[in-house]
Protein backbone atom coordinates (compact mmCIF):
# COMPACT_ATOMS: atom_id res chain seq x y z
CA UNK A 1 0.00 0.00 0.00
CA UNK A 2 1.00 3.83 -1.06
CA UNK A 3 0.41 5.02 2.84
CA UNK A 4 3.15 2.59 4.14
CA UNK A 5 5.37 4.98 2.99
CA UNK A 6 4.76 7.42 4.82
CA UNK A 7 5.46 7.53 8.60
CA UNK A 8 2.96 7.79 11.35
CA UNK A 9 3.78 11.05 12.75
CA UNK A 10 3.26 12.67 8.45
CA UNK A 11 -0.62 11.72 9.24
CA UNK A 12 -1.32 12.41 12.68
CA UNK A 13 -3.96 15.06 13.08
CA UNK A 14 -2.59 18.56 13.62
CA UNK A 15 -3.79 20.44 17.11
CA UNK A 16 -4.47 23.33 15.05
CA UNK A 17 -6.82 22.24 13.12
CA UNK A 18 -8.34 19.92 16.56
CA UNK A 19 -7.90 23.58 17.85
CA UNK A 20 -10.14 25.11 15.36
CA UNK A 21 -12.79 21.81 15.38
CA UNK A 22 -13.27 22.29 18.86
CA UNK A 23 -14.02 25.97 18.02
CA UNK A 24 -16.46 25.06 15.97
CA UNK A 25 -18.14 22.01 17.93
CA UNK A 26 -18.67 25.07 20.97
CA UNK A 27 -19.76 27.77 18.99
CA UNK A 28 -22.37 25.39 17.48
CA UNK A 29 -24.06 24.48 19.96
CA UNK A 30 -23.72 28.00 21.59
CA UNK A 31 -25.84 28.62 18.75
CA UNK A 32 -27.94 25.59 19.44
CA UNK A 33 -28.76 26.37 22.42
CA UNK A 34 -28.96 30.26 22.86
CA UNK A 35 -26.18 30.28 24.97
CA UNK A 36 -24.20 33.35 23.88
CA UNK A 37 -25.08 36.54 24.71
CA UNK A 38 -24.78 37.63 20.94
CA UNK A 39 -26.44 35.30 18.43
CA UNK A 40 -24.36 37.07 15.38
CA UNK A 41 -21.31 36.11 17.22
CA UNK A 42 -21.56 32.94 17.97
CA UNK A 43 -23.17 32.21 14.19
CA UNK A 44 -20.21 34.40 12.64
CA UNK A 45 -17.64 32.32 15.04
CA UNK A 46 -19.43 28.89 13.64
CA UNK A 47 -19.97 29.35 10.35
CA UNK A 48 -16.30 30.83 9.78
CA UNK A 49 -14.81 28.32 11.81
CA UNK A 50 -16.20 25.16 10.18
CA UNK A 51 -15.55 27.15 6.31
CA UNK A 52 -11.54 26.57 7.75
CA UNK A 53 -12.40 23.17 8.51
CA UNK A 54 -13.82 22.64 4.99
CA UNK A 55 -11.02 24.28 3.66
CA UNK A 56 -8.39 21.61 5.35
CA UNK A 57 -10.70 19.02 4.30
CA UNK A 58 -10.91 19.70 0.96
CA UNK A 59 -7.03 20.37 0.81
CA UNK A 60 -6.26 17.19 2.86
CA UNK A 61 -8.56 15.34 -0.10
CA UNK A 62 -6.28 16.33 -2.45
CA UNK A 63 -2.88 15.46 -0.61
CA UNK A 64 -4.63 11.81 0.04
CA UNK A 65 -5.96 11.43 -3.15
CA UNK A 66 -2.47 11.78 -4.68
CA UNK A 67 -0.75 9.94 -2.20
CA UNK A 68 -2.83 6.92 -3.17
CA UNK A 69 -2.46 8.46 -6.97
CA UNK A 70 2.26 7.75 -6.30
CA UNK A 71 2.72 11.14 -4.52
CA UNK A 72 4.29 9.91 -1.46
CA UNK A 73 5.85 13.41 -0.81
CA UNK A 74 2.64 14.49 0.48
CA UNK A 75 3.04 13.16 3.89
CA UNK A 76 6.67 15.06 4.65
CA UNK A 77 5.24 18.43 3.35
CA UNK A 78 2.22 18.02 6.42
CA UNK A 79 -0.75 17.60 4.21
CA UNK A 80 -1.99 14.69 5.67
CA UNK A 81 -1.98 16.06 9.10
CA UNK A 82 -4.55 18.86 8.53
CA UNK A 83 -2.92 21.47 9.43
CA UNK A 84 -3.50 24.87 7.21
CA UNK A 85 -0.42 26.27 8.42
CA UNK A 86 1.57 23.15 6.39
CA UNK A 87 0.04 24.47 3.17
CA UNK A 88 1.84 25.82 -0.05
CA UNK A 89 0.12 29.34 0.20
CA UNK A 90 -1.54 29.75 3.76
CA UNK A 91 -2.64 32.77 2.50
CA UNK A 92 -4.61 31.88 -0.85
CA UNK A 93 -5.53 28.49 1.14
CA UNK A 94 -7.23 29.95 4.01
CA UNK A 95 -7.53 33.39 4.78
CA UNK A 96 -8.38 34.79 1.50
CA UNK A 97 -11.23 32.74 1.59
CA UNK A 98 -12.31 33.49 5.16
CA UNK A 99 -11.90 37.27 3.86
CA UNK A 100 -13.87 36.92 1.20
CA UNK A 101 -16.44 35.33 3.29
CA UNK A 102 -16.43 38.26 5.60
CA UNK A 103 -16.81 40.58 2.78
CA UNK A 104 -18.78 39.17 0.53
CA UNK A 105 -20.33 36.12 1.99
CA UNK A 106 -19.01 33.50 -1.09
CA UNK A 107 -17.02 30.74 -0.99
CA UNK A 108 -13.98 31.35 -2.33
CA UNK A 109 -11.97 28.60 -3.82
CA UNK A 110 -8.72 28.18 -2.41
CA UNK A 111 -5.53 26.74 -2.88
CA UNK A 112 -2.66 24.87 -2.45
CA UNK A 113 -1.05 21.80 -2.25
CA UNK A 114 1.61 21.30 -4.42
CA UNK A 115 1.35 17.79 -5.73
CA UNK A 116 4.51 16.58 -7.50
CA UNK A 117 2.57 15.35 -10.69
CA UNK A 118 5.53 13.61 -12.17
CA UNK A 119 5.23 10.84 -9.84
CA UNK A 120 1.54 10.44 -10.81
CA UNK A 121 0.98 7.93 -13.59
CA UNK A 122 -1.89 7.49 -15.81
CA UNK A 123 -4.78 11.08 -16.57
CA UNK A 124 -7.73 9.74 -14.52
CA UNK A 125 -5.90 9.62 -11.34
CA UNK A 126 -4.31 13.11 -12.34
CA UNK A 127 -8.44 14.04 -12.85
CA UNK A 128 -9.65 12.40 -9.94
CA UNK A 129 -6.57 14.17 -7.60
CA UNK A 130 -8.03 17.60 -9.06
CA UNK A 131 -11.56 16.57 -8.66
CA UNK A 132 -11.12 15.55 -4.81
CA UNK A 133 -10.65 18.80 -3.50
CA UNK A 134 -14.56 20.27 -4.95
CA UNK A 135 -15.83 16.64 -4.38
CA UNK A 136 -14.97 17.29 -0.52
CA UNK A 137 -16.69 21.02 -0.39
CA UNK A 138 -20.14 18.71 -2.24
CA UNK A 139 -19.86 16.13 0.86
CA UNK A 140 -20.07 19.31 2.97
CA UNK A 141 -23.22 20.90 1.58
CA UNK A 142 -25.19 17.76 1.51
CA UNK A 143 -24.27 17.22 5.72
CA UNK A 144 -25.27 20.94 5.84
CA UNK A 145 -28.06 20.57 3.83
CA UNK A 146 -29.79 16.94 5.13
CA UNK A 147 -31.59 18.44 7.55
CA UNK A 148 -33.47 20.36 5.02
CA UNK A 149 -33.76 17.90 2.20
CA UNK A 150 -34.69 14.97 5.08
CA UNK A 151 -37.53 17.42 6.41
CA UNK A 152 -35.77 16.74 9.61
CA UNK A 153 -35.76 20.06 11.20
CA UNK A 154 -38.57 19.68 13.80
CA UNK A 155 -36.49 20.51 17.15
CA UNK A 156 -33.61 22.24 15.00
CA UNK A 157 -33.48 26.11 16.47
CA UNK A 158 -33.66 28.94 13.86
CA UNK A 159 -30.61 30.34 14.66
CA UNK A 160 -29.27 26.99 13.82
CA UNK A 161 -30.90 26.43 10.58
CA UNK A 162 -29.95 30.06 9.59
CA UNK A 163 -26.43 28.93 9.90
CA UNK A 164 -26.46 25.71 8.89
CA UNK A 165 -28.07 27.20 5.40
CA UNK A 166 -25.39 30.18 5.21
CA UNK A 167 -22.76 27.56 5.74
CA UNK A 168 -24.02 25.14 2.72
CA UNK A 169 -24.36 28.27 0.36
CA UNK A 170 -20.29 28.82 1.23
CA UNK A 171 -19.99 24.85 0.18
CA UNK A 172 -22.10 24.81 -2.93
CA UNK A 173 -20.53 28.08 -4.52
CA UNK A 174 -16.74 26.91 -3.26
CA UNK A 175 -17.50 23.80 -5.52
CA UNK A 176 -19.24 25.20 -8.40
CA UNK A 177 -16.59 27.98 -8.59
CA UNK A 178 -13.70 25.63 -8.41
CA UNK A 179 -15.07 23.28 -11.03
CA UNK A 180 -15.03 25.52 -13.49
CA UNK A 181 -12.70 24.57 -16.27
CA UNK A 182 -10.90 27.56 -16.00
CA UNK A 183 -6.94 27.20 -15.39
CA UNK A 184 -5.90 27.40 -11.84
CA UNK A 185 -9.16 26.01 -10.90
CA UNK A 186 -9.93 22.24 -10.00
CA UNK A 187 -11.97 22.11 -12.49
CA UNK A 188 -9.44 23.11 -15.31
CA UNK A 189 -6.62 20.14 -13.82
CA UNK A 190 -9.74 17.73 -13.75
CA UNK A 191 -9.92 18.47 -17.85
CA UNK A 192 -5.97 19.41 -18.30
CA UNK A 193 -4.71 15.56 -18.68
CA UNK A 194 -7.04 15.02 -21.18
CA UNK A 195 -5.82 17.56 -23.27
CA UNK A 196 -3.05 17.72 -26.43
CA UNK A 197 0.81 19.02 -25.50
CA UNK A 198 -0.37 21.93 -28.02
CA UNK A 199 -3.42 22.88 -26.73
CA UNK A 200 -1.72 22.99 -22.71
CA UNK A 201 1.39 24.87 -24.02
CA UNK A 202 -1.05 27.59 -25.40
CA UNK A 203 -3.29 27.80 -22.08
CA UNK A 204 -0.67 27.53 -19.92
CA UNK A 205 0.76 31.63 -19.84
CA UNK A 206 -2.91 32.34 -19.05
CA UNK A 207 -2.92 29.92 -16.31
CA UNK A 208 -1.74 32.27 -13.32
CA UNK A 209 -4.66 35.17 -14.23
CA UNK A 210 -7.79 32.22 -14.20
CA UNK A 211 -8.96 32.73 -10.52
CA UNK A 212 -8.52 36.64 -11.03
CA UNK A 213 -10.62 36.46 -14.28
CA UNK A 214 -13.12 34.48 -12.47
CA UNK A 215 -13.55 36.86 -9.71
CA UNK A 216 -13.75 39.93 -11.70
CA UNK A 217 -16.76 38.08 -14.13
CA UNK A 218 -18.42 37.63 -10.93
CA UNK A 219 -18.76 41.92 -10.78
CA UNK A 220 -20.28 42.02 -13.64
CA UNK A 221 -23.98 42.15 -13.15
CA UNK A 222 -25.55 40.04 -15.80
CA UNK A 223 -22.83 37.67 -14.85
CA UNK A 224 -23.42 37.88 -10.96
CA UNK A 225 -27.45 37.19 -11.62
CA UNK A 226 -26.92 34.44 -13.54
CA UNK A 227 -24.27 32.73 -10.97
CA UNK A 228 -26.38 33.25 -7.72
CA UNK A 229 -29.74 32.32 -9.17
CA UNK A 230 -28.09 29.02 -9.89
CA UNK A 231 -26.97 28.60 -6.40
CA UNK A 232 -30.44 29.16 -4.86
CA UNK A 233 -31.87 26.55 -7.33
CA UNK A 234 -29.62 24.12 -6.60
CA UNK A 235 -30.06 25.43 -2.48
CA UNK A 236 -33.77 25.53 -2.97
CA UNK A 237 -34.17 21.87 -4.92
CA UNK A 238 -32.10 20.75 -1.70
CA UNK A 239 -35.21 22.44 0.60
CA UNK A 240 -33.11 24.85 1.56
CA UNK A 241 -35.31 28.24 1.90
CA UNK A 242 -33.56 31.58 0.00
CA UNK A 243 -34.76 33.13 3.11
CA UNK A 244 -32.74 30.98 5.46
CA UNK A 245 -29.47 31.39 3.77
CA UNK A 246 -30.28 35.20 3.48
CA UNK A 247 -30.78 35.51 7.25
CA UNK A 248 -27.84 33.53 8.15
CA UNK A 249 -25.72 35.37 5.84
CA UNK A 250 -27.30 38.78 7.97
CA UNK A 251 -26.99 37.22 10.87
CA UNK A 252 -23.44 36.01 10.20
CA UNK A 253 -22.51 39.69 10.14
CA UNK A 254 -22.88 40.71 13.41
CA UNK A 255 -21.66 43.86 13.10
CA UNK A 256 -24.80 44.93 11.37
CA UNK A 257 -28.35 44.95 12.33
CA UNK A 258 -30.05 42.17 10.56
CA UNK A 259 -33.29 42.83 9.04
CA UNK A 260 -36.20 42.24 11.47
CA UNK A 261 -37.57 38.93 10.22
CA UNK A 262 -34.61 37.64 10.62
CA UNK A 263 -34.27 38.09 14.16
CA UNK A 264 -34.31 34.92 16.56
Known amino acids: MTTATTRRHERRISP ?61 KGYLTLNPLAYTHAVLSIVLPVLFVIMGGIGLPGGAVFIEQGRIKGR ?4 LISAAGPLANVLFAV ?15 LAFRFALAFLAFLQVTAALLNLLPV ?61 SRYCGSQLFRFWQEAPEFCQV
Open 183 to 243: PGLDGYGVLEPWLSYKVKRQIEPYAPYGFFIVIALLFVPAVNAAFFDAIDALLQSLGVPDS
Open 124 to 127: WKHS
Open 143 to 157: VCTAPFWLDALDGVP
Open 16 to 76: VFLAILAVMAVTGWAVWTDFAASTGLAIFLFVTSAWVVSLCLHEYAHARTALHGGDITVGA
